[in-house]
């Protein structure tokens, strides 16, 4: 069975740094390194937006309101992806899910709060 788990949320101030990451358990490694991941975020009242995503190795792509800010990367001997996010803001307040594309299906992680203080 592969699921998603996220970690590495948290409160911090703003401006802070957070890493969060996605561990894609039970996936063989050859389907891990093909799989387009993405992190995602939902705040309070708001849609679930994407942040981040990452194909291959490591071809990226940001949503306009992280970029610079955040770097997602992929760690394929930890089967994992990765969320530095930096310079964090108020408005980064939501909870981060981490998503792929497995068997037809889309898989979400249970997600992880963050929360950035003013």
């Known amino acids: 069975q592969v699921y998603l788990v996220e970690s590495g949320g948290g409160l911090v101030q703003s401006g802070g740094s957070l890493k969060l990451s996605c561990r894609a358990s039970?996936?063989?490694?050859?389907?891990?390194?093909?799989?387009?991941m993405g992190w995602y975020r939902q705040a309070p009242g708001k849609q679930r937006e994407l942040v981040a995503s990452i194909s291959g190795l490591r071809t990226t792509n940001y949503a306009d309101f992280v970029k610079g800010r955040f770097t997602i990367s992929r760690d394929s001997t930890r089967r994992s992806v990765n969320l530095q996010m930096n310079g964090l803001k108020p408005e980064d307040t939501a909870v981060y899910y981490c998503?792929?594309?497995?068997?037809?299906?889309?898989?979400w992680g249970p997600g992880t709060q963050v929360s950035v203080s003013s």
């Open positions: 039970g996936m063989i490694l050859s389907v891990f390194n093909s799989n387009v």
């Open positions: 998503s792929t594309n497995y068997s037809g299906r889309t898989l």
